[in-house]
């Protein structure tokens, strides 16, 4: 006898049942009723999607992981501005695109995802936001990034022109950051 639809699709959701600390699910609670997380389920779907898209390979110490053949450490944000303001002016783009040069090496052979095809754009951009570079929209003809990572924006034109293959014209100095595409 055939199974009817609603046999099969009862037969393929299987439910798991989470058992949470009490201090854990008053975090989880206050993260909804303040309105960062709209639900239990979207958070750990969430979660899921995060652990998947870091490919987290191989952990090493507390902080510290390895994605392929790149070395990944969180960083705190202070650090990374400290080390740009020591760096030229002259020489910011520069040094932004030799980072864009890194990224684009550690995504090609880690990831087997080529940076400077625009169709796979928004997984770059994915990744980026994945590690903490900030959030990567595309309109029309401009990149926008909100809450960067690397406040300096010639450092971070540099680093998107070699990451993705591209040019860029800045329009804005300040986060958020818009780039021009230029053809």
């Known amino acids: 006898m055939a199974a009817t639809y609603k046999e099969k699709e009862k037969a393929s959701v299987k439910r798991t049942t989470i058992i949470l ?3 854990e699910r008053r975090y989880i609670d206050s993260l909804i009723k303040e309105g960062k997380e709209p639900g239990i389920k979207p958070l ?4 899921l999607d995060i652990y998947r898209s870091m490919m987290i390979y191989d952990w090493r110490f507390p902080g510290e992981y390895y994605c392929g053949v790149s070395r990944v450490a969180f960083v705190n944000v202070e650090l990374i501005s400290i080390l740009l303001q020591l760096i030229p002016e002259q020489k910011w783009r ?5 980072l864009g040069d890194a990224a684009r090496i550690s995504m090609e052979a880690t990831l087997n995802l080529e940076a400077s095809n625009r169709e796979k ?3 770059v951009l994915k990744r980026l936001r994945v590690q903490g ?5 595309i309109r029309d003809k401009y990149l926008v990034i909100k809450a960067p ?3 300096n924006y010639e450092v971070l034109r540099g680093f998107l022109e070699n990451l993705l293959g591209i040019s860029l014209e800045s329009r804005t100095t300040n986060p958020p950051f818009v780039f021009e595409f230029v053809e």
């Open 21 to 23: 600390e009490e201090e």
């Open 149 to 151: 990572f690397i406040n």
């Open 94 to 98: 520069e040094t932004g695109k030799k």
């Open 121 to 123: 754009w928004p997984d």
């Open 44 to 47: 750990i779907s969430k979660m």
């Open 133 to 137: 570079f900030g959030d990567f929209y």
